[in-house]
RNA sequence: GUGAGUGUAGCUCAAUAGGUAGAGCACUGGACUGUGGCUCCAGUGGUUGUGGGUUCGAGCCCCAUCACUCACCCCA
């Protein structure tokens, strides 16, 4: 009986999880100078929570949650996304009396029971940055432009940043009914699933990528031009504070977010260079999900990264795939004893120190101290034993010495 | 959930008209009693995804099933 992983989970094995590493290093780093800290947070929530933000009748909610009854015959899902569980947590713990705005950024796993495909597994990972207490358009920009300076520090160039206003919820179901009446004599023309998106959610018809749709169409009202007064204004000031920050991107209208609790700006970003899942990391702003779940009416705005599609991106391996400073290759078995101690003297000072474990000759230690890159090896012998020396070979130069059989003179001679 | 493609060694792939499975890389060891990389040699490793069927005989043909991949839907 051989055993594997489910479908669309996957292992995640050196030496790419030095990459992952290095993201992560460098995402907090980042987050850091903006002032973020880090929640950690569950992976199991009641399954409300879910449904009450994301929305009844999205496809993440009606048929990709892992969701299943604990045994308290409790319904629990694994979560889909993080933003629910976070605004959560926020007012569980009454963050909201911290010092406003309360910025939080959380790394981690998320599930969709999905169809995997490029850039799409059932379990994936999210570097994900949320920020309350503040309406201010300078943090919309700010958010945009900290995503934006993360790519540039992992050296990920073939990006492009979208943007856009969905408006709130009194100027967005005004330009549904105006979209609607637009497609209404039209929708002969639309294909199959944009006759069903007509009824279930118009919006994504203009995401839709048939080409007799992309023409059909045509002419059709922005969302623009429908945002109240408000939201014209927030939007407008949006775009100023990414021109000041010199923030390159796009203007999409048919930007269309799958989260029902998004208001106002919602942005996107996207590679030519992945496959059919091209968008990298997205986000937006989120005005009255903290208040409908219980909490104070504050206004948030967030965005997640996903790791396993950003990967590809990262050109190259982080040169921190190295080897062990100190190889030490012992013959017989008093040498054998004295090498083990001495290793644990060496990691004591921090170096990266191993061992020819089985007993092999020195030809076949040595092919081994090379293979996995060894900066240096140490012989110990029973001539060494009894001079209580010991040759440090410098793998790099083949340059050999001597030293003295002690853990400061090893390290000053490597 | 729908559609298409692919399944042979750890990895990349061979196997002519169906005749009983091979190479390179990798790994381990030797040539070189205590010195790596190069070279040469050897070894480990496969019920050809699984189960049926056709056939004297199936990696190859047929059916089913599973897995993987890509795309749709949808999304990070």
């Known amino acids: 009986m051989k055993f594997k992983a489910l479908k669309g989970v996957h292992d995640i094995l050196p030496p790419e999880t030095y990459i992952w590493q290095h993201m992560e290093v460098v995402a907090k780093e980042v987050f850091r100078t903006y002032g973020y800290k880090e929640i950690r947070l569950p992976i199991i929530e009641p399954t409300d929570i879910f449904i009450r933000s994301i929305g009844e009748t999205t496809d993440i909610v009606e048929k990709e949650m892992y969701t299943f009854q604990d045994k308290g015959g409790r319904s629990v899902t694994l979560r889909p996304e993080g933003t629910a569980p976070f605004v959560r947590a926020f007012i569980e713990h009454n963050l909201y009396n911290e010092p406003s705005p309360q910025k939080y950024y959380y790394i981690g796993p998320m599930f969709r029971y999905e169809r995997p495909q490029a850039g799409r597994q059932r379990q994936f990972y999210q570097i994900a940055v949320e920020v309350l207490g503040t309406d201010d358009v300078k943090v919309d920009a700010e958010v945009i432009s900290m995503l934006s300076i993360f790519f540039k520090k992992i050296g990920v160039k073939d990006i492009e940043i979208e943007v856009t206003s969905i408006g709130c919820g009194r100027c967005r179901p005004e330009y549904k009914v105006a979209l609607k009446n637009f497609l209404k004599d039209k929708l ?74 998004y208001t106002r700006t919602t942005f996107e970003v996207k590679s030519p260079l992945l496959g059919a899942q091209n968008a990298v990391a997205a ?90 890159g060894a900066k240096n090896v140490i012989v110990v012998g029973e001539d060494e034993l009894k001079k209580q020396r010991v040759i440090i070979k410098n793998m790099k130069d083949k340059n050999e010495v001597e030293a003295a059989f002690d853990v400061k003179a090893i390290i000053k001679t490597i």
Not at 346 to 367: A, F, H, I, P
Request: with cysteine; glycine share 10%.
């Open 283 to 372: 986000g937006g702003r989120y005005g009255s999900l903290v208040e409908e779940f219980g909490g104070p009416p504050v206004s948030g705005i967030g965005f997640a990264v996903g790791i396993e599609r950003v990967i590809p991106l990262i050109k190259g391996l982080p040169s921190i795939w190295g080897g062990p400073d100190i190889f030490l290759c012992s013959l017989g078995k008093e040498a054998e004893e004295k090498s083990l101690l001495l290793a644990e003297q060496l990691r004591g000072e921090g170096l990266w120190v191993e061992l020819g474990y089985d007993k092999s000759s020195l030809r076949s230690q040595m092919r081994r101290a090379d293979r996995i």
């Open 188 to 261: 002969n023309i639309f294909c199959d699933d944009c006759k069903r998106r007509y009824d279930i959610n118009p919006l994504r018809i203009l995401d839709c990528k048939v080409k007799t749709c992309i023409d059909a169409r045509e002419g059709s009202p922005s969302v623009i031009e429908f945002l109240c007064k408000d939201c014209k204004v927030h939007f407008n000031d949006v775009r100023y504070y990414l021109r000041l920050l010199g923030i390159e991107h796009i203007i999409n209208p048919n930007l269309v977010r799958g989260l029902d609790y």
